[in-house]
């Protein structure tokens, strides 16, 4: 029953309020991953293995729910998505992909340079380059979102920060294939 009780409120808790951080972006990760393992110890479904199949269900259930929330605030492109949805603004990811056309050209002289490279120094050196990239924008979305708190205004920036994530992504898979 205390279980059942604990997804109820579970429910109604955004995932900065369940790992009792302040909603910001710039998270300490640090402290998100200790409360993560904390709620983890306690409503685990191996701690619940004995008790009535309610219980088990709801611990899976609650599971189910930390874990997602956690790997939400881990994110910093998931972070900022769920940040600017829980103040109201719909960053669009899946209907709006029009970003400025020297963005996009960037992406797509990225990508044939992603194309052209054929060794580790290559890809070495767009990773570098994709990294200090994502940092400037992260650093652009924190102040927007937590020192201006202008949501609307964080979403061109958040929605380049999942270009550039995919373009990450694409690299690690190429240092796969090589």
């Given amino acids: 029953m205390r279980l059942r009780r604990k997804l109820q409120r579970l429910r109604q808790q955004n995932h900065f309020e369940l790992f009792g951080l302040p909603p910001a972006y ?21 701690r619940h293995a004995h008790a009535g199949d309610a219980e088990r269900r709801a611990s899976m259930q609650m599971t189910v729910q930390v874990n997602e929330a956690h790997r939400t605030l881990k994110s910093p492109v998931q972070r900022a998505k769920y940040l600017l949805e829980l103040n109201g603004v719909d960053v ?7 970003m400025p056309r020297e963005f996009l050209v960037e992406q797509m002289e990225l990508r044939e340079r992603l194309e052209e490279a054929g060794d580790v120094n290559a890809l070495s ?29 964080a979403s061109d920036p958040v929605r380049k920060l999942m270009f550039l ?14």
């Fill in 26 to 46: 710039a998270l300490d990760l640090d402290l998100l991953d200790r409360a993560y393992l904390d709620i983890q110890s306690k409503i685990h479904p191996d």
């Fill in 92 to 98: 669009g990811f899946e209907t709006n992909t029009a």
């Fill in 125 to 153: 050196f767009l990773q570098k380059n994709l990294s200090e990239e994502k940092k400037k924008m992260e650093i652009q979305v924190t102040e927007l979102v937590d020192a201006r708190h202008d949501y609307k205004g």
């Fill in 165 to 178: 994530e995919k373009f990450g992504e694409e690299i690690d898979a190429r240092y796969e294939a090589l």
